[in-house]
């Protein structure tokens, strides 16, 4: 279903990302797996602006599902943006190849 | 950024920052977030305050996105 971004976010696992959610909250942890629906599960959490939320403070992972993300916040150092862009330009290509016999 | 005469193999506008796919999921580098948060003063006025966030990588989910407009080169 995501061929493009799950295998991105594979090559991010063990490094330490901050989820942002659609309901503010952003939770720093590091990334353990990644899912087809872009879930994401985060070990060793903690809550950035933990006086406002407090909910999380006893939590140690999460599994968050992929819908509620907003934003994840990745380590510029981790990333192969020459590999990203190569891939965005095949997805591309494939997609108005498709767009063309449809 | 790739050579932009090299034109066949890259069907993309260039130059591409960073990553997109079909549902607008996006990378972004060199980030800057504005938030615009319109606060009622005593008199009941509007003002608009704004906060700016700077990321160096940044991932956002399509089904967050509302436009993408792409800036003139520079």
């Not at chain 1, 720093?28 to 879930?39: E, M």
């Amino acid at each position: 279903m995501n061929r493009f971004f799950t295998p991105f976010f594979k090559t991010l696992v063990d490094h330490e990302v901050t989820v942002e959610l659609k309901n503010d909250i952003s939770i720093r942890g590091t990334l353990k797996s990644v899912d087809q629906y872009l879930n994401i599960k985060l070990d060793d959490i903690s809550v950035v602006e933990e006086i406002r939320y407090p909910h999380l403070s006893s939590v140690k992972n999460v599994f968050i599902r992929g819908s509620v993300v907003r934003y994840v916040h990745l380590p510029g150092a981790a990333v192969d943006t020459a590999l990203l862009e190569d891939a965005t330009r095949r997805e591309a290509a494939q997609a108005s190849a498709k767009a063309k016999q449809g | 950024m790739a050579d932009p005469d090299d034109t066949a193999s890259a069907p993309v506008n260039e130059p591409l920052d960073l990553a997109y796919d079909s549902h607008c999921n996006l990378v972004l580098g060199d980030v800057e977030e504005t938030v615009y948060i319109v606060e009622e003063d005593d008199e009941e006025e509007d003002t608009v305050r704004t906060v700016k966030k700077q990321s160096e990588m940044l991932f956002v989910r399509g089904d967050s996105v509302v436009l993408i407009s792409p800036q003139p080169p520079s």
